[in-house]
């Protein structure tokens, strides 16, 4: 019997609400392909040429992902590198002279450094929805040319309220970055290759932490008639603001029109995704999709592990250099020990993304798990050590980085196990809905009277950072769930005569459009 398209959709929520008992009833039916993605036509055509795995020659796949890399990791390196410093150019204002020279008071320093995340969460789901609809490059380009327009605004601000509404509308541009980084990975590798890019791209945030403390110390040399703090926003935003263009000239839109590929090229890219099973590139909103993306008790861990990772990364971007300079450094020097900082979470990253491509499948929460050690030792250390152990609580302070590596191999738990262009959107927009929260509570932990042992700003790190080690084991344990209850729905459909598993029905699930949860040959990975 000929399939419809909604049956091998329906099924899973079908058998499981009956609780098995009635799979016999659902129609045996023949498993065809069914595409519902933009440019449909050549995914039918990947589909005829490559049927299955085994039709793809290793060798044309290894060079055709040696190109991807080399076209695609250094552009969203670079552009990840400017989004960290454009971050963290607040925190490089503080130490040349910012406060004083707006007559901030109180909380307002802290007050800038959240505020930019409240522009950031009113318009990071709206943004994602808009991008689906959107060419996601060009999109994600404009966006980052708006990141440098407003930064270089910046450097015009007299006031704390000029300045606030600056920050808000910096957030709001900024509110795509990530979620686009992740979406243009998920596009063009696979689930097992998503790690080690992920890791690619982000560990150009150590870079940046890195070239802040170059970028800082060449701007503390300045003596133009402006002050310092005014040039790094002004250099910084024009070097975003350029980097946006050559993002819009060069970094793809799809796997069907990426230039420099020949069409063959481009039919494996697309065969290659079928692995995945969530589907590539589709520009219809699917409210339906959105609505389960809600409902969906996963979005909310993934929530939740947004939130936990950015309550440290918002104080320690925006206060490690008054952390650093408080132990007794002058701004010069407090400028580059942001250095070593960065190449440290440079070199984190790296080891976790190696250590994952060795350990057996399945392994990415237990490594995110045991990254997590060295941040929570680093926090205690800074907090117990004597007040006068310099160079101990330095170190100490360098170790709290070692999060990084967890928070990036965790993303790709988000890459990989959503289904559903809509869906993706809205999961991917929570993460970092998450992520606001968090970036807006944390830097009031750091209290300018607790200088320079920031106990409570520490303390909140540590917490934080046990939640997530938990939250870690949470995800395991959801998602072999998930798998046991996939499974289950797989053997009542092969007692029923439809077996979804095989070249033939992979090819049916692999580009329907289909959610996580619709999809019957989705596997989680953990």
Known sequence: MAIMDH?????????DSSSLEHAENILDLKVSPKVDQHHADMYYEALRQYPNDAAIDKRSEQRLKRKLDRRILPLLGICYFFYYVDKTTLSYAAIFGIQSDLNLQGTQY???????????????????????RCPPAWYLAFNIFMWGVLLMCQATAQNFAGLTVLRISSGAFEAIADPAFMLITSMYYTREEQPARISAWYAWNGIGVAGGGLIGYGIGHMNGALASWRYEFIVVGAVCAFWGVVLFLLLPNSPTTFWGFSKQERLLMIARMRRNQTGVEHQRINWGQVKEAYLDYKTWLFTLFGFLGAVPNGGISNFSTLVIRGLGFDTLHTALLGIPQGILVVIWIGLGAILNKYMPPNSRTLVSALFMLPTIAGGLGFLLAPPNAYVGRLICFYLTGSYQASFVISLSLVTCNTGGQSKKMIVSGMVWFGSCIGNIASPFFYKAEQVPSYHLGIGSLLVANFAELILFFVFRYAFKWENRRKEKVRVALRETGVTTDSAEGLNATAFQNLTDKENPNFVYVY
């Open 7 to 15: 049956d091998i959709k329906e099924a899973p929520a079908r058998v």
């Open 110 to 132: 802290s007050w800038l450094s959240s505020i930019f995340y409240f522009g950031w969460l009113f318009w990071s789901i709206p943004s994602n929805l808009i991008m689906q």
